[in-house]
């Protein structure tokens, strides 16, 4: 094989790989507005009047639940800031004439992932025990005669 062809692989992998790496970015960034939205849905049905007064520890139960949703909003904006950073990176090799992906890079790109998959996944939980806990404590309407 000749080094040209070699070369012409080794960027045309490169293309490849770093394209791979842009729409991973902009799946994640799809799933973090997705609970973006999920997250307002939550805050509302938290805030609303929906829940039989009589429920013990209703409030204290609200609050926390309430709590949690900020601060998984938090950690939420924080990695959306650091794919944000991490996409301007990746443009950045794009720009260059000779781009190559070092290995920290893909250990960047692979600790990002693992905070993406594990906040979602974090979100998901919170998200199913608010629901299980508002689905017990609805007020019950009186059925019309």
Not at 55 to 71: G, I, S, W
Not at 72 to 96: N, P, S, Y
Request: a positive charge.
């Amino acid at each position: 094989m000749k080094q040209n062809d070699k070369d012409t692989r080794t960027k045309s992998d490169q293309a490849k790989k770093g394209e791979e790496f842009y729409y991973e970015c902009q799946n994640w960034k799809s799933k973090l507005w997705f609970m973006q939205d999920e997250t307002i849905f939550l805050d509302g049905l938290l805030n609303s009047y929906v829940f039989g007064p009589d429920t013990p520890n209703l409030f204290v139960r609200l609050q926390d639940y309430l709590e949690r949703l900020q601060k998984a909003d938090r950690k939420k904006l924080k990695i959306m800031q650091r794919i944000i950073e991490h996409e301007k990176k990746l443009v950045g090799i794009f720009d260059c004439k000779d781009y190559t992906f070092d290995l920290s890079f893909y250990q960047k790109h692979d600790a990002l992932k693992a905070e993406v998959v594990s906040c979602v996944q974090d979100f998901q939980n919170l998200k199913g025990e608010i629901f299980n806990y508002a689905g017990g404590i609805l007020k019950k309407r009186k059925p019309k005669e």
